[in-house]
């Protein structure tokens, strides 16, 4: 019998942590959750209102509502604190304030002891990730943001959708920083091992020019879900559910995620999406693609907008 459990601890319980929360007790993923936010009424409430539910859960999950205490023993501590973004917002207008709060968070996470593994939710992810690296003094690769995780799902379905293929045999990426200047890797996307550019060939039905404007729905959709709902939570908190289980269950599944560049694709210092092997200690290794010319000018152009941002704050 294993003398230890599994345990999450959450760091703030708004839209995204309250999704995946509820979404974690449902797929059974771990042994202990704690929430931990500054709101200790909605945060105590939630932890009530999930435990009221466990009846009907997979498996036992301990969940309650916590202080940084218990962030020693924790496996894995997820982040989804923050301001969120705002109608007419970018995920880089988001800079200056989340950094702050961010701040404050991880070293109180750190000076009670934690050991484990970061995983990072918030926007700007990238540039939060980078700085959750910075403040906590952990090894790159046990700091993780959800890069474009949620971006990448949304690519699979949109194509499945086009295609009329379950979006769980869609195999193709978004690379980049989670925002506006992401990138769809078409030189690596298929569909049953056959390269999307020869569904296109082979039937007249599909044309580049539509999956052209899959990408710009792909890349606008949570401009579009917030001025129709005021924010995204689900699909970014299953994202995350599953972000935890590859780490939690030692999967090394391969993600794109806000993985540490040191030297792949030519790029260093820098957090940004990019498929990325995810097991029991973190990211065990990038991926690097071979993209063409233009694919690679234009993941370059993304690193060269997250340095930018970067530089100005740290």
Same mark, same amino acid.
């Given at each position: 019998?294993?003398?230890?459990?599994?345990?999450?601890?959450?760091?703030?319980?708004?839209?995204?942590? %309250?999704?995946?929360?509820?979404?974690?007790?449902?797929?059974?993923?771990?042994?202990?959750?704690?929430?931990?936010?500054?709101?200790?009424?909605?945060? *105590?409430?939630?932890?009530?209102?999930?435990?009221?539910?466990?009846?009907?859960?997979?498996?036992?999950?301990?969940?309650?509502?916590?202080?940084?205490?218990?962030?020693?023993?924790?496996?894995?501590?997820?982040?989804?604190?923050?301001?969120?973004?705002?109608?007419?917002?970018?995920?880089?207008?988001?800079?200056?304030?989340?950094?702050? +709060?961010?701040?404050?968070?991880?070293? &109180?996470?750190?000076?009670?002891?934690?050991?484990?593994?970061?995983?990072?939710?918030?926007?700007?992810?990238?540039?939060?990730?980078? =700085?959750?690296?910075?403040? %906590?003094?952990?090894?790159? &690769?046990?700091?993780?943001?959800?890069?474009?995780?949620?971006?990448? =799902?949304?690519?699979?379905?949109?194509?499945?959708?086009?295609?009329?293929?379950?979006?769980?045999?869609?195999?193709?990426?978004?690379?980049? &920083?989670?925002?506006?200047? &992401?990138?769809?890797?078409?030189?690596?996307?298929?569909?049953?091992?056959?390269?999307?550019?020869?569904?296109?060939?082979?039937?007249?039905?599909?044309?580049? *020019?539509?999956?052209?404007?899959?990408?710009?729905?792909?890349?606008?959709?949570?401009?579009?879900?917030?001025?129709?709902?005021?924010?995204?939570?689900?699909? +970014?908190?299953?994202?995350?559910?599953?972000?935890?289980?590859?780490?939690?269950?030692?999967?090394?599944?391969?993600?794109?995620? %806000?993985?540490?560049?040191?030297?792949?694709?030519?790029?260093?210092?820098?957090?940004?999406?990019?498929?990325?092997?995810?097991?029991?200690?973190?990211?065990?290794?990038?991926?690097?693609?071979?993209?063409?010319?233009?694919?690679?000018?234009?993941?370059?152009? %993304?690193?060269?907008?997250?340095?930018? +941002?970067?530089?100005? +704050?740290?």
């Amino acid at each position: 019998m294993r003398d230890r459990v599994n345990r999450v601890v959450l760091i703030g319980t708004g839209a995204v942590g %309250s999704s995946y929360a509820f979404a974690l007790l449902n797929q059974g993923v771990t042994e202990e959750l704690v929430l931990i936010d500054v709101n200790k009424e909605k945060s *105590e409430g939630d932890a009530m209102d999930l435990n009221h539910g466990m009846a009907f859960a997979p498996s036992a999950t301990k969940i309650w509502f916590g202080d940084y205490s218990d962030c020693k023993k924790a496996d894995v501590i997820v982040i989804c604190a923050g301001a969120a973004q705002k109608p007419g917002e970018t995920r880089l207008d988001l800079v200056e304030k989340n950094t702050k +709060i961010f701040k404050g968070i991880v070293e &109180e996470i750190m000076a009670n002891g934690f050991d484990g593994i970061f995983l990072v939710a918030t926007n700007p992810v990238d540039i939060l990730t980078y =700085a959750v690296w910075k403040y %906590s003094g952990l090894a790159k &690769e046990r700091v993780i943001g959800t890069g474009t995780i949620l971006d990448t =799902a949304r690519f699979r379905y949109l194509l499945g959708e086009y295609f009329n293929i379950d979006t769980r045999n869609v195999h193709a990426y978004i690379i980049g &920083e989670h925002g506006d200047t &992401e990138l769809p890797v078409y030189s690596h996307a298929d569909i049953a091992t056959r390269p999307i550019s020869e569904w296109i060939e082979r039937n007249e039905q599909y044309k580049q *020019e539509d999956l052209d404007q899959i990408f710009v729905n792909v890349r606008d959709a949570a401009y579009h879900i917030i001025n129709k709902k005021g924010a995204t939570f689900y699909g +970014i908190a299953m994202g995350l559910v599953r972000l935890t289980k590859a780490i939690l269950q030692n999967e090394n599944s391969v993600l794109t995620v %806000s993985a540490y560049l040191n030297g792949e694709y030519g790029q260093s210092d820098i957090y940004i999406g990019v498929p990325a092997v995810v097991n029991r200690g973190g990211v065990r290794g990038v991926v690097e693609l071979d993209l063409t010319q233009e694919e690679k000018q234009k993941f370059d152009h %993304s690193v060269s907008v997250l340095t930018s +941002i970067k530089e100005s +704050i740290f």
